[in-house]
Each structure stands twice: as C-alpha cells, then as structure tokens.
C-alpha cells in the first residue's frame, strides 16, 4: 500500500490545515490567547513559503496580502467595520492574509474552470461567509450591514474573478514553455 499522497489528497490536506489556520487566527482574536493564532498562521506559512518561492510567487502574494490587509483596515476606518485589536494590534489579521493568499493559488487553481459571472458570485458567497463567521467569534463587528455587504461582496466577487483569469494567463504561460 503507498503512502504517496496524491495531488487531490494534498489539496484537502492543505484546506483542512488552511481551515485549522483560519479558526485559530478568527476565534482567538478576542481572547486572553490572542497570540496562539499568529504563532500557528506564522508556522503555517514558514512550511508554504518554500513552494512560494520556487514559484516565484512569494513576493506577488505578500503584496496581495498587504492589499487586502489595507482593505480590511480601510473599512474599518471608515465604520463599516470593527476588527479586534490586542496587545499585538492586528497581527493576527496580516498572518491570515499571507496564509490565506500562501494556499489562494494551490486550493483554487480549478477557477479556472467557471465563467467570470461564477466565480465572481462563489468569491462573493465565500468571502461574505467567513466574515460573517469572524463576526459570531468576536474578531470582527459589522457596524453597517448593508455597506459591508456590498462592498465585501464586490471585493470578494471581483478578487475570485480576478484571480481565476490569472490562473488562465498562468497556465496558458506555463503550458507554451
């Protein structure tokens, strides 16, 4: 019997870790273990950062991740919504993007398979889920719903549509090599 791991196998390995990763970082955010979530998501990213950096992805993706660490906080100076600060501030929300865009590219490579009109709804479905969920564990509140809703929705929306047209450029590039 092997114990080779199969490329589907990996990726449902990587999403149940990326899951782990995720409540860590979401339900400690407003706790006295505020530090344990950045601990996990900072050694989490230590073991993908290799992979990002053969693929020379590492510093496209740092840079995604500063951008929507930038939106996350921009909303919120503007009310819409409020993110949970402790004695290291909003650590835990940068750790969650670079781990979230560390594992974006292995997890949802298969983008590429849906239209524009279906990413954008699956990226805007997904995206207004897990905030939602951050907000019932304490590390976010939404102040103004129907603001959050449009504009996580159109961020989440256009970020999956974005995203799996650069997964076509990226596979069109790699397959003419």
Same mark, same amino acid.
């Given at each position: 019997m092997s114990m080779k791991l =199969?490329? =589907?196998?990996?990726t449902v390995l990587l999403a149940i870790a990326f899951q782990f990763i995720w409540l860590s970082l *979401? %339900? =400690?955010a407003a706790t006295d273990w505020f530090w344990i979530g950045p601990v996990l998501g900072v050694i989490a990213y230590a !073991? *993908?950062?290799?992979?990002? *950096?053969? %693929?020379?992805m590492a510093l496209p +993706?740092?840079?995604?991740?500063?951008?929507?660490f930038a939106f996350d906080v921009f909303l919120q100076n503007l009310g819409i919504i409020s993110l949970q600060a402790n004695d290291l501030a909003l650590t835990? +929300?940068?750790? +969650? /993007? +670079?781990?979230?865009?560390?594992?974006?590219?292995?997890l949802f490579s298969w983008l590429t398979n849906l239209n524009s009109v279906s990413s954008f709804i699956l990226g805007s479905m997904g995206g207004l889920i897990a905030y !939602?969920?951050?907000s019932i564990l304490g590390a976010i509140t939404i102040n103004d719903l129907t603001s959050f809703v449009i504009t996580y929705g159109?961020? /989440?929306g256009a970020s999956f549509s974005i995203a799996a047209?650069? !997964?076509v450029v990226r596979n069109l590039q790699t397959n003419h090599r």
């Open positions: =199969t490329t =589907t196998k990996k *979401i %339900s =400690t !073991f *993908i950062l290799p992979g990002l *950096i053969k %693929s020379k +993706l740092v840079t995604i991740a500063a951008i929507g835990w +929300l940068f750790v +969650l /993007w +670079l781990v979230f865009v560390g594992v974006f590219y292995r !939602f969920v951050a159109l961020f /989440w047209k650069i !997964f």
